[in-house]
């Protein structure tokens, strides 16, 4: 069983939707989740964390966090072109899923 | 925000030569910097870790003698690739944590990653 698993996609909706990403982890004992996000051929650049169970907002983006379940969920409000990439969750900060692929089409 | 530099941002090298990725700090101290590897389509692997004055911690699978790994600064960690062939074509990445973020986070910030092809 892997670490972090991510649906591979790709995860196509159209502009203006909501983007739905998900994450499980079999680490119990986690304490922090990560939502990175990767443009093809660039590094990573974090979106946001989230520690506690639950919803954090920050703009267009949510996470939710549910440590019973193992699962924590990354939501994108009226999805943009530009939101086209590569998200990677992250649990700990230093052990990634193998990233879902967004496209988010005109 | 914490800016890491790292640099080549790629290379080309003939098989059997070797290679070093410099990874720098630029308005921060980073006692301990991350380095990962990346094949496309994959997500990324924690190749070790690397700490100021001390040896680096290396992943299970990770061939130090192989990937050599320099942190002789508190702004600066290298990673050699000696002899490298082929199959060490990859993308690799280093980062540290994000000294702006409040202390117990894990937040890493990386470098814009070195690609490189070997052949």
């Known amino acids: 069983q892997k670490e972090v698993e991510q649906n591979s996609g790709p995860l196509s909706v159209p502009e203006g939707a909501i983007a739905s990403l998900n994450c499980t982890y079999s680490?119990?004992?986690?304490?922090?989740f990560f939502w990175y996000r990767q443009y093809s051929g660039k590094s990573p650049e974090l979106i946001m964390f989230i520690y506690s169970n639950g919803d954090k907002e920050d703009g267009r983006f949510t996470a939710q966090l549910n440590k019973a379940s193992q699962y924590v969920s990354l939501l994108i409000r009226d999805s943009q072109p530009s939101d086209s990439a590569t998200y990677l969750c992250a649990v700990n900060g230093l052990t990634f899923g193998e990233g879902t692929q967004l496209t988010v089409n005109p | 925000g914490a800016v890491v530099s790292q640099h080549p941002s790629w290379v080309i090298c003939k098989s059997g030569t070797s290679v070093k990725i410099e990874c720098r700090s630029l308005?921060?101290?980073?006692?301990?910097m991350f380095w990962y590897r990346q094949f496309p389509k994959q997500s990324l692997m924690l190749m070790a870790t690397s700490n100021e004055g001390s040896k680096a911690t290396y992943e299970q699978g990770v061939e130090k003698d192989k990937f050599l790994i320099n942190h002789a600064s508190l702004t600066l960690s290298t990673l050699t690739v000696t002899s490298a062939h082929p199959e060490d074509s990859s993308f690799y990445i280093c980062?540290?944590?994000?000294?702006?973020?409040?202390?117990?986070?894990?937040?890493?910030?990386f470098g814009a990653g070195s690609r490189l092809t070997v052949l």
């Open positions: 680490d119990r004992g986690s304490q922090s």
């Open positions: 980062s540290a944590r994000d000294p702006s973020v409040p202390s117990g986070a894990n937040v890493l910030t």
């Open positions: 308005d921060f101290q980073a006692t301990t």
